[in-house]
Every structure is written in C-alpha cells, then in structure tokens.
C-alpha cells in the first residue's frame, strides 16, 4: 500500500480512524504497540488506553453539543 | 457437537429424526407437533421450539456428531425450518413494531444507530459482574455467552457475498480482525475459549448446550435468521452494528471484573481485545457498513433498522433474565432437573 492510501478520518463526537500504511510513535520515537490494521485514536481525553479510543467518548458528552 | 437433550414434543421428534440418518423419514408428524406448539406458545421463549431452530441452524454451521450432513439441505427439513423461522420472524417484528425514520447519508445512520445503541434501561450485567459477580456467577456468564462467542463472527460472515462496495469492504475489515487478522490462535472465538479454559469450563462449542435457557438461544438464532436469507442482509448489518457498539465499555467492566477476582492474561485478553478493537469496529460498523449500505440503496434502511431494533430487543430481555436470576440468589441456567 502507498502512503496515498493512508486516511484518516474524524468521527464526529469520536475518534479519528486511521486506515493505511503507518506507524504511531510515542513522544521518544519509539513504535507504539499495535495489534491491528485500521486503529481508532482518542481524540476526547478519556480513553483508558490511549493513544487508541476506549469508547469513553460516549460516556462524557464529548462534542455533543457540535 | 453432540446431539442435545430434547425439551419437549417437537424437539424430541426432530432430534430423533436426525439422530436415525433416515432422509427419507416422513415428516409429517413433525409438521403437526408444531403446528400444535405454534400455536400454544409464545415461540420468543418456547425452549422446545428455540432448542428445534438452533439445532436446524447448527446444521449449516458444525453440524452434529453421528448425524449426516445431508440433512442440511433436505427439503422437508428446510420446509419445516421455514414455519418456525416465519413465526419468529412475526413475533421480531411486532416486538420492534413501526421503525422510525431513516436518514439518508452515512454520518447521521451512524449517529442514528449510536443512539439507538446507547439507549437501552436494561440492568447491566457488566456493572454487576465489575463489582460483585462471584466466581460461579462469572462462569455462569461465560456458559451464557459460549453458545455465541465460541463461534464469534460466523453468523455476520455469512452476509458477505451478499453485499457490494463500501458496505462489503467495511464488512470484511470488521471480520478480519474478528478471526485474529490471520494470526493462527488470535481469532475472538479462539480468545473466548482460552477466557473460558481460565475458569475451568469445557471450551468445546455445544458442551453446554442443555443449560443454555431459550431466550439466549432466540439470541443466537436470530443471528442465523438474518444471515442466512438474502433479503434479511440489511438486517445483518444492523445486528452486527449494534453489537459493536455495545461492546467496548461493557467489555472493559468484564476484563476488570476478572481482574478483581484475581484472573489475568491470557483469561483477560479477550475483554481486553474488545475494548480497543471494538472503538475500532463501532465505527467501520456505523458508517462504512450500515451507513454504506444506506447511501448505495437506500431500501436497505428498513432491513438494517430492523435488525439493530431487533438485537437490542433481545438484548434488553437476555440482561433481564440474567440480572433477575441473579438478584434471587438463582441461577439463570437451565437446571440439572429441568434436563431430562
Ligand atoms: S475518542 Fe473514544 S475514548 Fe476518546
Ligand atoms: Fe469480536
Ligand atoms: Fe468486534
């Protein structure tokens, strides 16, 4: 897959799911661990295991009012 | 698996049938044992006639020991199958009753079924098994599930020829992660077994088919409904949304429930493999594949609805059942006396 066929898009009131070829490093460049192809990434704050969406956003009101 | 223990007239007959390998045996008396139990009961929660549809659907799923895979498409057998399936479908629709309006684009299905998802008053089972469940109770738990999640995804993957475009794509990356993304060992069912294994149960599907109560049967049926009647794709797709979208929080209470009563991994992962892969899966399921279907042909909207009402439908009844038991101090298995 080329780098063109990396998206990532914004799920209203949830996170951002990535599809494509990449990588997540944390702040040391260091790979984060990742089990699967397309991730979903907390774009609210509270997920529990961040930096990939917990469903939490559903519980807090994130951007309901958008 | 094993041939099951009947539960009245009608299964008694089938099982028998089935266990004799006879294709030619007349089914007539079947027919009419039915037509009698039809019309008696309220086939939602009829353990004899949940137990005959379950055991007609696991024909075209494992099948059963000793007992021919010729019966799969027998005709008088799918025949039979077809009054049953026609009485519980009537009995889904007027539960679900009228549908409300359906939007058009993508987005708002999704938002649409996020609401739907998120309103269910039902008791929750996970915040019970979070605090207090016991060992037993947790057990319990995973017998209930087991007659689903040891065969997790199958009953959706059987939608997938039936689709095109966006829809169809979004259905196969769901279930690729579903089955372990091609990693021998990792697929959700095989998670479940190695969950169920930790706490002493047998992980074999059907071991524990005869404690398994008609409500979470018409659970599992209602899955093989849908998927195995082209017009009832759309319905597919709804279900498997809504499944989803109930997932990632009830299973991070469960993985924490474990905890507290001192499991980790391995018994953990497969609560904790469905906190993140279904924030992931919610999402696809929401828009790519309910919302997908929608904008492509938009007379598929009925289809879905019908089949995310349905599952939260029954749903709401299963947690029912489960937090009942539970608050008498009973179990909400089937029990040992009652078999027989
Ligand atoms: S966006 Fe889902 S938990 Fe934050
Ligand atoms: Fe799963
Ligand atoms: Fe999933």
Not at chain 2, 328 to 339: D, T
Request: glycine share 8%; proline share 4%.
């Amino acid at each position: 897959m080329s780098e063109n066929d990396t998206s990532i898009t914004v799920c209203p009131r949830g996170p951002l799911l990535v599809r494509g070829d990449f990588e997540i490093l944390d702040d040391k460049g260091q790979p984060v661990p990742r089990t699967r192809e397309t991730v979903a990434l907390c774009r609210c704050g509270a997920s529990a295991i961040k930096p990939y969406c917990d469903g939490s956003h559903k519980l807090n009101g994130f951007e309901k009012n958008r | 698996m094993k041939i099951p223990q009947h539960r009245g007239p009608v299964s008694s007959l089938l099982l028998q049938i089935l266990g004799q390998n006879d294709l030619s045996t007349d089914l007539t008396e079947l027919n009419e044992v039915a037509t009698q139990a039809l019309s008696d009961s309220d086939i939602l929660c009829d353990e004899d006639l949940q137990l005959c549809l379950f055991a007609l659907y696991e024909l075209h799923y494992g099948g059963f020991e000793r007992v021919s895979d010729q019966w799969e498409w027998h005709p008088g057998l799918l025949a039979f199958r077809a009054r049953l399936e026609t009485a519980f479908e009537a009995r889904l629709r007027d539960a679900v009753g009228e549908l409300p309006a359906i939007a058009d684009t993508a987005d708002q299905v999704a938002a649409q079924l996020f609401e739907l998802a998120g309103s269910s008053t039902g008791p929750s089972v996970s915040e019970f098994v979070l605090r207090h469940a016991t060992v037993e109770q947790v057990k319990e738990f995973l017998i209930q599930k087991s007659i689903y999640q040891l065969k997790e995804a199958d009953p959706h993957t059987w939608a997938i020829p039936r689709l095109t475009g966006r829809g169809k794509s979004a259905l196969v990356e769901i279930q690729y992660d579903e089955y372990g993304s091609g990693s021998a060992g990792k697929m959700h069912s095989e998670l479940f077994a190695t969950t169920m294994a930790g706490l002493d149960l047998d992980s074999q599907f059907g071991a524990y088919i005869d404690e398994i109560p008609a409500i979470t049967l018409a659970s599992v049926n209602m899955m093989s409904l849908f998927a195995l009647h082209r017009r009832l794709r759309g319905a597919v797709a709804g279900h498997l949304a809504i499944y989803e979208m109930t997932s990632s929080i009830p299973s991070a209470r469960y993985a924490r429930g474990l905890r507290r009563l001192g499991f980790q991994s391995p018994v953990t992962d497969y609560f904790d493999e469905h906190v993140e892969a279904d924030a992931v899966h919610e999402q696809i399921a929401g828009r790519d594949l309910a919302g997908g279907l929608i904008e492509e042909d938009p007379e598929l909207g009925p289809s879905i609805f019908f089949g995310a009402h349905a599952v939260c439908f029954i749903d709401d009844l299963l947690g029912r059942w489960q937090m009942e038991a539970w608050e008498q101090g009973r179990s909400s298995l089937r029990s040992k006396e009652l078999i027989r």
